[in-house]
């Protein structure tokens, strides 16, 4: 709020000072011609930083004015992951490439304006180059920025809509000849990726990943996507850093992230409701009405009244996959239904992982829960799917998961599937 009126206040000041110069200046025809208005809007706007990440490391960089003032464009040697610019004027618009800068004041008559990316060390762009567009009311300046885009690592996607074509790996931050010389097993690594990503395409019949990203740069370790965009990015800690098969299995989670976002699942009101009370938030608590409303909690939010459901640790990769160390699903809902979409792809596996189970009354608290989530989840995918015509093969798909896992956890006799795992099943249920 405080943030609001500071600008208000700003652009009064700046209006009234906008006619006091012309009222004054109307009559004295005879006063030279100040510089032009890009020209000085470019001098009050002159205190520009890139974030770029080079060698590996980020740095912040203060672009001088002599190079503001140079025709030629801004060349870096690395790539820019972040852009602030200090000015004493709060109304400036600034965009890089259409996209809007956040503006935040900075003390006395300073401001500053931002664009960071969404995942901490990726490219501003993926080109070799960018332009940040400042302006006012009556003026505007471009800065073009040259900088080390994406390199591609594999190549580029032929046919582009076909389910079996990989997707496009690309680096940020070194060369490809380097981050290839770093281990032998690359190829095998992105390999793993691909197949992970192409398993859960094919089983939802549909295009999920466009693009790979590797961020050569020591901002995590971790693999991430983003809503509305068809692209996993990896840090290459990570590519280096985990097995092979975890490689897979990573890939096919971030893959069943951008399923979960295609399909809807987070914006259903009913499931936001249940997984609120799987975490064993009291239906009356504020962080339920959070999590139904929004579907996220805040940071400093109480903890559940009661335990939450084992369903949640049920469905944690760690527990389908035998060595693997991922999963949590009960960190928020996002997880939540891509574990649980993960664990429906390998629903042969659900009975064998209940019965390793100890505890009978644990067993059957996870099978009733699981029961009736599956059950929900089936009514709400159908309900998406009524939205869509022709339906979306996702939709299909991940109903089809649904029926076919509730209708195996349902049978009275449940089938083993797993015979590593010790059992009182009968030859007959084999
Ligand atoms: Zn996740």
Redesign the pocket.
Do not use: A, Q
């Given at each position: 709020m405080r943030f609001h009126s500071t600008v208000l206040a700003a652009r009064i000041f700046f209006l009234s000072l906008g006619v006091a110069l012309l009222w004054g200046a109307l009559p004295v025809a005879a006063t030279p011609p100040g510089p032009p208005a890009e020209e000085q809007l470019f001098q009050e706007t002159c205190e520009l930083y890139l974030h770029e990440v080079v060698d590996q490391k980020q740095r912040r960089t203060r672009i001088s004015e002599q190079a503001l003032n140079d025709p030629q464009a801004i060349a870096c040697n690395g790539y820019v992951c972040g852009v602030e610019l200090f000015s004493a004027r709060g109304d400036l618009k600034i965009a890089l490439d259409g996209r809007p800068f956040e503006v935040a004041p900075a003390g006395p008559e300073r401001y500053r304006y931002t664009l960071f990316p969404k995942i901490r060390g990726d490219a501003l762009c993926a080109g070799d180059g960018f332009d940040i567009q400042i302006q006012t009311a009556t003026a505007r300046r471009d800065l073009t920025i040259r900088h080390q885009g994406a390199r591609l690592l594999s190549p580029d996607r032929q046919p582009a809509d076909s389910l079996d074509a990989p997707p496009v790996f690309r680096l940020l931050g070194q060369s490809p000849e380097r981050f290839r010389a770093r281990g032998r097993d690359l190829t095998e690594r992105l390999a793993a990726v691909a197949e992970g990503i192409g398993y859960v395409e094919k089983r939802f019949g549909a295009r999920l990943v466009e693009h790979v990203d590797i961020l050569d740069v020591g901002a995590g370790d971790n693999a991430l996507t983003l809503r509305g965009r068809h692209q996993i990015w990896f840090y290459a800690e990570t590519i280096w850093g985990e097995s092979i098969p975890e490689l897979r299995v990573m890939a096919e989670?971030?893959a069943l992230?951008l399923a979960v976002d295609e399909i809807g699942l987070t914006e259903r009101t009913a499931i936001r409701a249940l997984f609120a009370e799987l975490s064993g938030y009291d239906p009356l608590s504020l962080e339920r009405f959070a999590l139904v409303t929004s579907g996220r909690l805040n940071a400093h939010a109480n903890r559940p009244a009661s335990a939450a459901s084992p369903l949640l640790a049920f469905i944690d990769e760690r527990n389908y996959f035998p060595g693997m160390t991922g999963g949590?699903a009960a960190d928020n809902l996002?997880?939540f239904c891509?574990?649980l979409l993960h664990a429906l792809l390998y629903a042969d596996r659900l009975e064998a992982n209940l019965q390793r189970r100890l505890a009978s009354e644990v067993k059957a608290q996870i099978t009733r829960d699981l029961a009736r989530t599956l059950d929900l989840f089936a009514e709400e995918i159908a309900d998406l799917g009524t939205r869509h015509s022709p339906p979306q093969p996702l939709n299909h798909a991940a109903a089809d998961l649904f029926r076919s896992a509730a209708q195996m956890i349902n049978r009275p006799s449940p089938v083993v599937l797993d015979d590593s795992v010790p059992t009182a099943a009968t030859p007959s249920d084999l």
């Open positions: 989670h971030e992230h949590h996002d997880e891509t574990s």
